[in-house]
Structure formats: C-alpha cells, structure tokens
C-alpha cells in the first residue's frame, strides 16, 4: 500500500467525523462538493448511526454530499464497497508492464450506475483502488 497523503482540510474532516460519529476513517477525499470517507472495516454503522443520525449530522455541519466506503485489504471486496449500489459479477486483477489493472464486470443495468454522472463514480474508483491498493486503472466491462 502506497503511503496516504492528506491535506490539511483532510484531517479536519476526518476529526469532524470521528468526534460526531466515534467510527474511525483511514481516508478522505474532499471535492468542490462532496467528501468521500473510507470508513475502517467493520465500523459502517458506527459512521451511519442509528437512523442515518450520525451521517445526516454529518452532512449537515460540512454542507456537502457525503459518501461512505467501507475499507477492506482485499481489493476485490474494497472494489465491490466502492462502487456500491451496482451490482458486481466478477473482479480480474493483472499486472501488465509494469501497471496493475482491475477488470471489473457489471451487469449491463448497472454500468451507467458504475460509471456515473459525467463518470465521477468510475473517478472514485480509480482514485481510492490507486491510493489504497496501488492499483493503476480500473475498467468497467
């Protein structure tokens, strides 16, 4: 695993998080607007809270999208947490010169759903499989 670098706004998101949910946050992602939280393995519903309270609260002081993804040190399970809601048939890793690559099949209803809006859920992807798993590209198929 590469070493994970955090900006400042980072580390004050993830305190934000961990004293209003008490679930621990191995990573951070801040866009224009939304914040992507990897949440350590085991501690979702800790993050969620009962009722969507420790999210909503959440969401509600930072004033942006929040999204939740479970961290896991398989990256074929931390893929299927990534992408969530689509539905994932199969996970091939390969290393080809010198790159590794994730070839991720999803059923053809929910490759839009994989993808995203202007691909912002692929972008996702890519960034937290580079950042956690060293993977280098990851492909919808």
Do not use: W
Not at 93 to 105: G, H, I, T, W
């Amino acid at each position: 695993m590469t070493e994970i670098k955090l900006s400042t706004e980072g580390i004050r998101y993830i305190a934000l998080f961990e004293s209003a949910t008490g679930a621990g946050i191995k990573d951070c992602i801040v866009e224009d607007d939304r914040i992507i939280y990897v949440v350590k393995t085991g501690e979702m519903g800790a993050a969620i809270g009962k009722n969507g309270d420790h999210i909503n609260r959440v969401k509600k002081s930072v004033g942006k999208h929040v999204e939740l993804v479970e961290y896991s040190d398989d990256p074929e399970k931390f893929i299927n947490n990534v992408i969530g809601s689509a539905s994932v048939k199969s996970v091939n890793l390969v290393s080809k010169q010198d790159k590794r690559l994730a070839y991720v099949e999803v059923s053809d209803n929910d490759k839009g759903l994989a993808i995203g809006r202007e691909g912002k859920n692929i972008e996702k992807v890519k960034v937290l499989m580079q950042r956690h798993h060293d993977i280098d590209d990851v492909i919808i198929q």
